[in-house]
């Protein structure tokens, strides 16, 4: 049984017993016993509690760590879901899946009245959403989207990783450069973003006849980032582009770079990519030392909650899927107006 129903149950006790004492007592004690009755009641429905007020939230996010993007992500959701704005609310986070998976069990157990999910990997999700769903608890996903049918969740507000991935390389064939020699590092593998990302390239490299030298993961990571480039110095291997799927990585990558005294950025040897738009980032840009950045819009809370209080009106939710608005930015173009309203 959900807290409704055990609501009503403690409602009709609360209230039988407050007006059996009424019916036992002396006529002078009537007014005395009515509005006992009448506390009793209200406290079991949950107005004498404050703690019953708020409405409970599990939280499933990767990392803060992980990278700018995720901190601000993290951040953003800290702010919103909180007592102060009606939340009782419980944070889990991991960049693995079984622990996010795991994390969301125990959610379940808790008999949180949302689930709120920014999963690690697309895959492996339908089973604890059945047992979410059938204990009446509402998924909402955030960020990523997941490979699950469509009705065990009741709304999604994410980015659209496919089209950032497709602005990136479209981006990049318009360069018209003289030949393509990619390094092409990875995020996380199987998670939405590194999907999207990864795909779009992928293809346009095999539309075009691209080499794509290398595509290895260093899993957001801008240390591992620099090992790879490094490892592809020390090899002597000739290349032009790093495509980075985020920009702690492409931050990684340019250390390399710098290492090794190659020039990058506008009108040098090699052309740099990332993906966040974090504001030190478009800087890069902005000073030209990197060429391209794909947004990926991290402040998505406001959405949540409006989704949450719909939903606790009994509205329908019409627009079942967010799409987070983004863009990518030309070193060649942006300015400090867009560094200033875009840098996360």
């Known amino acids: 049984m959900k807290k409704f129903g ?28 009515t509005q006992a009755a009448t506390k009793a009641t209200t406290e079991a429905s949950g107005g004498g509690g404050s703690s019953d007020k708020l409405i409970k939230v ?24 909180n007592e102060a704005n009606g939340y ?3 944070f889990a986070y991991s960049l693995k899946n079984d622990e996010q998976i795991a994390a969301a069990q125990k959610f379940i157990q808790d008999d949180v009245d949302y689930l709120l999910l920014s999963a690690a990997d697309t895959a492996g999700w339908d089973g604890v959403l059945k047992d979410a769903q059938d204990a ?5 996903l955030f960020d990523r989207t997941i490979d699950a049918d469509p009705s065990l969740y009741a709304a999604s507000i994410v980015s659209d990783m496919d089209k950032e991935g ?7 064939k318009n360069q018209n450069l003289s030949e393509y020699n990619i390094i092409h590092i990875q995020g996380v593998m199987g998670s939405a973003a590194q999907q999207g990302r990864s795909g779009a390239l992928i293809q346009m490299a095999k539309d075009n006849g691209w080499n794509i030298i290398t595509s290895q993961t260093a899993e957001w990571n801008a240390e591992k980032a620099q090992q790879i480039v490094q490892s592809v110095i020390d090899q002597g291997t000739k290349f032009n582009v ?42 890069e840009l902005l000073a030209q030392n990197w060429n ?16 949450i209080k719909k939903l606790e009106n009994g509205e329908t939710i019409s627009e079942k899927t967010i799409i987070m608005e983004e863009k990518g930015f030309d070193a060649s173009t942006i300015t400090q107006q867009d560094v200033d309203d875009n840098g996360i």
């Open 88 to 90: 009782d609310a419980s």
């Open 166 to 172: 497709e602005q990136a390389a479209t981006w990049l």
């Open 292 to 307: 391209y950045d794909g947004q990926c819009n991290p402040f998505q809370a406001k959405y949540i909650d409006e989704v």
């Open 242 to 283: 790093i495509y980075a799927e985020n920009d702690d990585m492409a931050k990684g990558a340019v250390a390399a770079l710098d290492k090794a005294g190659i020039s990058h950025g506008v009108g040098k040897d090699v052309v740099i990519m990332g993906f966040d738009c974090n504001k030190w980032a478009l800087e």
């Open 58 to 81: 599990g939280i499933i996010n990767n990392d803060p760590n992980e990278s700018g993007y995720r901190t601000a992500n993290d951040k953003d959701l800290q702010a919103m879901f």
């Open 136 to 140: 009446g608890i509402k998924v909402i």
């Open 6 to 33: 055990k609501k009503i149950l403690a409602m009709c006790l609360a209230t039988t017993m407050a007006l059996g004492m009424t019916a036992c007592g002396k006529d002078d004690d009537k007014k005395d016993d």
